[in-house]
């Protein structure tokens, strides 16, 4: 029992960068995981045992899925210079190219398309933004099982949003049928333990969680608090000492950060995603 109060008080405290919430409820090796989660961008050339992608594609698809639709699809990257076409997408970001799996995403109605043309069904449920939604949150909890069941197995990750920089180029390079659409990558490797980073800390739950109704009523100190957190998070694992608001605010103030996705309606329509 003191273990595990000492255990859930050390991931609590890593989790937020501060004494944690109280009172701290129940507590188990699964919260522990998921609490100690962290984004890793620096793999070693080691392979996964053999079987690891069988295992972490049935985590996958034991998530919830939408009316069991299933419209998502995964596609297992390991040929080199596929991954060096897709990291050239992402802006080169090299750890697509360390990691020995890359696992492209897909929001996928092409599966269902087809079974219903197969038997002369019209969908006329396809070409609606509801459609395409329920299809990008299939594939959104199907990987982050994914991520829980490989970090279980101690394995890395990191998500790869870059990818939708450029989703007609990425729906060439992995030769993706009409009607899916790759959300974003993973990277999933063993980390390289010189280039651990910290647990991140997230903003204090009274930020994000309210009680009946939504609290308008959030006091400023919060943030400042956080960013003098993040500040400090940014010093020990980051080339610059920035705060959470600045990056807020660097990232979402102008359109060219979006760095292409700006025209991602237009993607999706070349994808065949008319999002009525
Ligand atoms: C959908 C999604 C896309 C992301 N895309 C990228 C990316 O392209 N490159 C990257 O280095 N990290 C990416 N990340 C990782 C986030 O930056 C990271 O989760 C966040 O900073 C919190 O850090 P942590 O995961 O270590 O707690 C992405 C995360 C998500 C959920």
Known sequence: MTETRGSSDRAMRARYGAPPPSPTGSWNSTLDLLLRHRSVRSYLNDPLPTGSLQSLIAAAQSAATSSNLQTWSVVAVMDNELKSRLAAVAAGQKHIMECPLFLVWL????????????????????????????????????????????????????????????????????????????????CVGYANPDALPDVKPRLPQKAVLSHNQYDNAVETEIFEGYDQTMAAFSARNETMRTTWKDRVFSRMSKVSQLAGRDRLRDALAQLGFELR
């Open 107 to 186: 929001a996928d109605l092409s599966r269902n398309e087809q079974l219903a043309d197969q038997r002369g069904i019209s969908l006329e449920a396809l070409p609606y933004l509801e459609t395409f939604l329920v299809a990008s949150i299939d594939a959104a909890l199907a990987a982050q099982n994914a991520v829980i069941a490989a970090e279980s197995l101690g394995f890395s990750t990191v998500y790869i949003g870059a990818l939708r920089n450029n989703p007609t180029e990425v729906a060439d390079i992995l030769n993706l049928p009409s009607r899916s659409f790759a959300v974003f990558g993973l």
